[in-house]
């Protein structure tokens, strides 16, 4: 394939890798935009192929293991349940680390299979994208399986701090920059393999520290991570197609990752330094726990909604995680049919990751135009009748707006505190993933239904 058709395949392989953003910013257009990201990858794929002077019987190992991937890749997404998506994501996003870290490898021992000179004389320009491109995928990959350890309840979601962690962090970084320095004057394999193993340790370093809370931007900010890591080896192997979309996947990213901080109320960089979540509780924070609550049944919920003329329902994660929100969708129609006026309420970091619930929710159905983010719906929850607030806790917990002590002061939550009845689902008392409790649980207007989420769902519907 000539250079001049391979330079125009791979721009309409990048033109449908924006357009498939594009799409993917509404969940209007969102499958639209996934099909624009399949053509794209299948162009650039097949052009890479293709480009190449000679096929050699090698091709055909590489062709084997493309199968292999795409074959295991495709199992798993077509396995996982929606409440297992962040961890699916964070998975994905440590093998494109990983990924770029072996071409990195093979660019540095053998680099005139890439047309870079040879072992000792690497072109200047070339080890230097090789450098960032290897510590960038060293650091998305382990911070990536530190995400994913967390996410599935396999490590603590509570910060692991350190005395003097943001000062070994900082030396770290200083040192991978010297190393790169060194290595670029050098090109010693020792410094090379340092140099990896030291943003290994920076990537686990970076994410301990980064409470349950804070993982919504984690999630984003690795997802940014991979791309950048992608580019940098696109420069290394001179694939226009892998420039183009690492830098659409990083850009995006950081956009996400400041759109979701933004929702915080907090610093990209407070994140990345000490994130929120998982802190210990307090003796007051304990006795809360020992004020009374006003708990009732499935009964109860119905009769408030019976008697209702707008209600506003607040999923979260705990919704994801039993799987209720076809009997949420069942319960919201029994609702309509009575003339009852319904809404749903999406704040920015509910779940696990940017738009959790938004896909929960369009997988159930649930009509677009009835979903509506903090900014739009904050203020109507002081005329809405009942707030059924369905697993989601820290995003609605008031202590966000009056305790300058706590971890998630200045966060913007949803003043469901402000509707005349709430409707808690959840299954205890427990703190949420940001480890502390919940004022909500205590107030006057509250009633707390103490059952499974699609359990108590499907016991209210019968009941209406």
């Known amino acids: 394939m000539s250079a001049n058709l391979s330079a125009s395949l791979y721009l309409v392989s990048g033109v449908l890798f924006i357009l498939a953003l594009r799409g993917l910013s509404s969940p209007e257009t969102s499958r639209q935009g996934n099909l624009f990201g399949i053509i794209g990858m299948i162009i650039a794929v097949a052009v890479t192929f293709l ?38 994501v964070a998975g994905f996003h440590s093998l494109v680390g990983l990924a770029a870290v072996f071409v990195a490898i093979s660019a540095f021992k053998n680099p005139a299979a890439f047309n870079l000179g040879s072992p000792g004389n690497i072109k200047l320009a070339s080890l230097i994208e090789m450098a960032i491109g290897a510590s ?5 990959f382990s911070g990536s399986v530190i995400a994913f350890l967390k996410l599935q309840g396999i490590m603590s979601g509570a910060p692991i701090t350190f005395k003097g962690q943001h000062l070994l962090n ?32 920076i990537g686990f370093l970076i994410i301990i520290p980064i409470g349950g809370a804070d ?44 759109i979701m901080c933004k929702g915080m109320n907090r610093s990209f960089f407070n994140v990345i330094l000490g994130g929120f979540g998982g ?38 994660y705990g919704m994801a995680v039993a799987q209720a929100q076809h009997a949420l969708r069942e319960m919201v129609d029994t609702l309509k049919k009575n003339d009852i006026k319904v809404s749903y309420a999406i704040h920015p970091v509910a779940g696990r990751m940017p738009g959790h619930m938004n896909v929960l929710l369009a997988e159930a159905n649930v009509p677009y135009d009835e979903v509506f983010e903090l900014e739009e719906i904050n203020n109507d929850f002081a005329n809405a009748d009942v707030a059924f607030v369905i697993g989601a806790n820290d995003v ?65 519907t019968k009941n209406l």
Not at 51 to 73: E, K, P, Q, R
Not at 170 to 191: E, K, R
Not at 226 to 242: D, K, V
Not at 282 to 306: C, H, I, W, Y
């Open 51 to 88: 480009s190449v002077d000679n096929f050699t019987s090698g091709f055909i190992y590489v062709l084997i293991f493309l199968a292999i991937g795409g074959s295991i890749g495709a199992f798993i997404a077509y396995r996982i349940p929606m409440t297992a998506m962040p961890e699916l």
């Open 215 to 258: 993982m919504p931007v984690v999630i984003s900010m690795l997802n940014s991570y991979s791309g950048w890591a992608a580019a940098g080896i696109g420069f290394t192997l001179e694939n226009t197609a892998l420039i183009i979309t690492g830098a659409l996947v990083g850009s995006s990213g950081a956009i996400l990752s400041y």
């Open 136 to 140: 960038v995928g060293a650091i998305t």
């Open 396 to 460: 609605t917990n008031p202590v966000a707006k009056t305790d300058p002590q706590s971890p998630i002061y200045g966060m913007p939550v949803l003043d469901v505190e402000k509707c005349k009845s709430v409707l808690f689902v959840k299954r205890s008392l427990s703190p949420g993933y940001a480890g502390i409790d919940n004022d909500l649980f205590y107030k006057e207007n509250t009633l707390m239904l103490f059952a499974d989420a699609k359990k108590m769902t499907e016991d209210i």
């Open 279 to 316: 802190t210990e509780q307090t003796s007051g924070s304990q006795n809360k726990e020992q004020r009374p609550v006003k708990s009732g049944n499935a009964d109860d919920a119905a009769f408030l909604m019976k008697n209702a003329s707008s209600v506003i329902i607040v999923p979260g």
């Open 170 to 201: 900082a030396l770290l970084l200083i040192l991978i920059v010297i190393l790169t320095i060194y290595l670029c004057s050098t090109q010693s394999s020792n410094l090379f393999w340092i140099l990896i193993a030291v943003s290994f340790l």
